[in-house]
């Protein structure tokens, strides 16, 4: 089993950071590992017409006949191209980062803006269960500074689950199976909250270990399920309920 780590974080030596080292030491076993890692390599999230060296339109910027038209005349931007190969090449994909705003930071959803690439990577008729990535399996791996117990529906922190929607949904909307998250929560970086370093290693060493137990378990691991195909009509409105 190949991995790819997506690693969205700007400090390398933050829980995520370390999170991400272990995640590879974890699946090393298994088969090669591979990192994107998105800050450290300069990753640029922002889609718009600099990203479009030859644009079929230099009046009006739609991103999603760019990202076709580049696709078809094989000029994506190189940092696209890159991380589509790293996709292309990996069997499982774990997204690791932190929670910001109850949601992903901007820079990985920026990542998704640009890399699965409309009419290439996706079309109408390919998606979903006909998606492009049909076959291999992706994760997220989260932290939340706010503790497990207010981390619930309707508690204070908010639902980890409908944080990670979206993320989730773009994943399963690009042919991935999607297993469910690995959810670390009361974690506060280095420097607020584990001002000294032992009790920052003892709570990463502790996140550490029940990741890679996780991930031990992900080449049997039952994916989420989500609406496909077989639970739509024709004009995509779901057939019960
Ligand atoms: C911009 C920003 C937004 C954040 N939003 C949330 C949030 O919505 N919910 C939460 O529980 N923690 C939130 N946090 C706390 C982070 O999730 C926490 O600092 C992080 O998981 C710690 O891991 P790290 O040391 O790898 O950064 C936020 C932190 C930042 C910097």
Redesign the pocket.
């Known amino acids: 089993m190949k991995s790819l780590i997506v690693l969205c ?1 700007p400090e390398r030596t ?3 950071g370390y999170l991400a080292d272990s995640a590879a030491e974890a699946l090393s076993p298994y088969g090669e590992v591979c990192m994107s890692d998105l800050y450290t390599e300069g990753f640029d999230p922002a889609e718009g017409p600099s990203h479009f060296a030859t644009p079929l339109n230099t009046s009006r910027f739609s991103a999603l006949a760019e990202q076709r038209a580049a696709y078809q005349n094989n000029t994506l931007p190189a940092d696209v191209a890159r991380e589509i190969e790293r996709l292309e090449w990996a069997d499982f994909v774990l997204l690791q980062f ?5 949601s992903a930071p901007a820079m990985l959803k920026g990542w998704f803006d640009r890399v699965f690439v409309s009419g290439g990577l996706y079309t109408s008729s390919m998606r979903y269960g006909n998606g492009y990535f049909r076959g291999k399996t992706a994760m997220c791996s989260v ?4 503790p497990a117990d207010v981390c619930v529906p309707g508690g204070r ?1 908010g639902d980890p689950d409908a944080m990670l929607w979206s993320t989730q949904y773009s994943l399963h909307y690009m042919g991935f199976a999607v297993l469910p998250p690995y959810i670390c929560t009361a ?4 420097g607020y909250r584990y001002t000294d370093d032992e009790s920052f290693v003892a709570r990463l060493t502790s996140l550490e270990t029940g990741l890679a137990q996780r991930l031990s378990s992900v080449r049997e691991d039952t994916p989420l399920s989500f609406a496909d195909w077989d639970d739509w009509d024709s004009d995509g409105r779901p057939l019960s309920g």
Do not use: D, K, Y
Request: hydrophobic fraction near 40%; glycine fraction near 16%.
């Open positions: 974080h933050s829980f995520n932190p929670i910001w705003w109850h932290t939340l500074g706010a922190g974690v506060q970086g280095e």
